[in-house]
């Protein structure tokens, strides 16, 4: 089975800019959420979707924003970027129902200049 | 303050010998997962507990969760090398497959 993919693996952006990161869910898993991790910090939880609904958020502003496609794979998209969302970005997906965990892939990390 | 605490936050062990992470909750868990992490990568999974009182084993690793759902222990018997990482317990706080996580333990193994 294929694991859980993301690209690009690293990106540099400039202070007001936009950026869309993907994700590419393991096979038959139908609901990703999205996470970011500050150095040294663990992940936070910035939104959850499943069948193509978001389906919870995190403690994150209106400027960061989702989608899930039909084939379950995501996008988190980032307008208005600040020097503070430079972070590595987590994506996981998982099968929804009990005594299923959470798949993560190997991340995107954004610096912000 | 942390929602969920680990300890301690950095670990460095002789190899072969016994460690343990502590992860403690103010507030019952539905779930806890324990995952591990190297510098900058992705999270591995290591085991997810859902029962009080339950204990997991796998190969070297075990992990336990108290009866009340709020605390788990992560320990690793005779340490090795390739055990050295980021150590990050979450919890499903909800049932909705929303984690939280600890700041993680750093673990270095000294050959």
């Known amino acids: 089975e294929t694991g859980v993919t993301q690209s690009p693996t690293h990106l540099i952006k400039t202070r007001g800019q936009q950026v869309t990161l993907r994700c590419s869910s393991q096979?038959?898993?139908?609901?990703v959420s999205w996470y970011q991790q500050a150095l040294g910090q663990g992940p936070q939880f910035i939104f959850q979707?499943?069948?193509?609904?978001?389906?919870g958020r995190g403690n994150f502003p209106p400027r960061f924003s989702g989608l899930q496609f039909p084939n379950y794979s995501s996008e988190l998209n980032v307008n208005a970027l600040e020097l503070d969302d430079s972070a590595l970005y987590l994506c996981?997906?998982?099968?929804?129902?009990?005594?299923?965990?959470?798949?993560f892939g190997s991340g995107t990390r954004l610096t912000v200049v | 303050s942390q929602e969920l605490e680990q300890s301690p936050q950095s670990l460095i062990v002789q190899e072969g010998k016994n460690l343990t992470i502590n992860c403690t909750s103010s507030?019952?868990?539905?779930?806890l997962y324990w995952y591990k992490q190297k510098y900058g990568e992705g999270l591995i999974f290591l085991m997810m507990?859902?029962?009080?009182?339950e204990e997991k084993s796998h190969e070297k690793i075990t992990a336990k969760l108290d009866e009340k759902k709020q605390q788990s222990s992560l320990h690793i018997t005779a340490s090795q090398p390739s055990h050295a990482g980021i150590y990050l317990c979450?919890?499903?706080?909800?049932?909705?497959?929303?984690?939280?996580f600890g700041q993680g333990t750093t673990l270095q193994v000294k050959p």
């Open positions: 996981a997906s998982s099968f929804s129902g009990p005594n299923y965990h959470y798949t």
């Open positions: 507990l859902q029962k009080g009182g």
């Open positions: 507030k019952t868990l539905y779930g």
């Open positions: 096979s038959g898993h139908n609901t």
């Open positions: 979707y499943y069948r193509e609904e978001e389906n």
């Open positions: 979450g919890a499903d706080r909800s049932n909705t497959g929303k984690l939280i």
